[in-house]
């Protein structure tokens, strides 16, 4: 009898999980996306000058961090170049499988554009462990256990690349299958 109940209910467990590492496949412009939307991860205020003749930094760039290895983030170092912001938990398959090609694409773009890994929904240690294994240590993942950076963009699940243009202005936001299509996504911001 225990047995009974007990497989039905682990199938709709192994379900919810699955389901909630699903995709986001909102594959839309900046004015359709709802980071786009928010006023803190849209980048109006890019013609504002800061007095000394430089850009202001966007205002999708005003946060900071720490990495998963301890180290701090100031976003602000990424104005002027396109950036990927990849959002990722490291339980999560569908992570895993985008994480050797985010890595290709950060060497690829190094120089020309910034790759940067932002870590949540679970503790520091499964972090690094999920650097480590993926190799994608490259390039800076940030440790977002209290989902500040996620809420910032309005990032409701895992495995979701935000693509910002030099300017700091969300130009696509959704999930690429095994990160397929992120080069494509940054070739005509770089030129």
Same mark, same amino acid.
């Given at each position: 009898?225990?047995?009974?109940l007990l497989?039905?209910?682990?199938?709709a467990v192994?379900a919810?999980a699955l389901?909630?590492?699903?995709?986001?496949?909102?594959n839309t412009?900046s004015s359709?996306?709802a980071?786009?939307?928010?006023?803190s991860?849209?980048?109006?205020s890019?013609?504002a000058?800061d007095?000394?003749?430089t850009?202001?930094?966007?205002q &999708?760039l005003r946060f900071?961090g720490?990495t998963?290895? /301890?180290?701090?983030?100031?976003? =602000?170092? +990424?104005a002027?170049k396109?950036?990927v912001l990849?959002f990722?938990?490291?339980w999560?398959p569908t992570?895993k499988a985008?994480?050797?090609?985010? &890595?290709?694409?950060?060497?690829?773009?190094e120089?020309? /554009?910034?790759?940067i890994?932002? =870590?949540? +929904?679970?503790?520091e240690?499964a972090?690094k462990?999920?650097v480590?294994d993926t190799?994608?240590?490259a390039?800076p993942?940030?440790?977002d256990? &209290?989902g500040?950076?996620?809420?910032?963009?309005e990032?409701?699940?895992?495995?979701?690349y935000v693509? +910002?243009?030099?300017?700091?202005?969300t130009?696509?936001?959704?999930?690429?299958p095994?990160?397929?299509?992120?080069a494509d996504?940054?070739n005509p911001l770089?030129?």
């Amino acid at each position: 009898m225990r047995a009974r109940l007990l497989f039905p209910s682990l199938l709709a467990v192994i379900a919810l999980a699955l389901v909630g590492c699903g995709t986001q496949d909102n594959n839309t412009s900046s004015s359709g996306t709802a980071a786009a939307s928010s006023p803190s991860a849209s980048g109006s205020s890019t013609a504002a000058q800061d007095g000394s003749g430089t850009s202001a930094v966007p205002q &999708a760039l005003r946060f900071t961090g720490t990495t998963v290895d /301890a180290k701090p983030f100031d976003s =602000a170092t +990424l104005a002027g170049k396109p950036t990927v912001l990849w959002f990722w938990a490291p339980w999560c398959p569908t992570c895993k499988a985008q994480g050797p090609e985010t &890595a290709r694409v950060a060497a690829e773009f190094e120089g020309k /554009a910034h790759v940067i890994g932002v =870590a949540g +929904l679970d503790k520091e240690q499964a972090m690094k462990d999920f650097v480590t294994d993926t190799k994608v240590g490259a390039f800076p993942n940030l440790s977002d256990e &209290a989902g500040e950076i996620w809420k910032k963009f309005e990032i409701t699940q895992q495995s979701v690349y935000v693509v +910002l243009d030099k300017d700091g202005k969300t130009v696509f936001t959704g999930s690429l299958p095994a990160g397929k299509g992120l080069a494509d996504k940054l070739n005509p911001l770089v030129g």
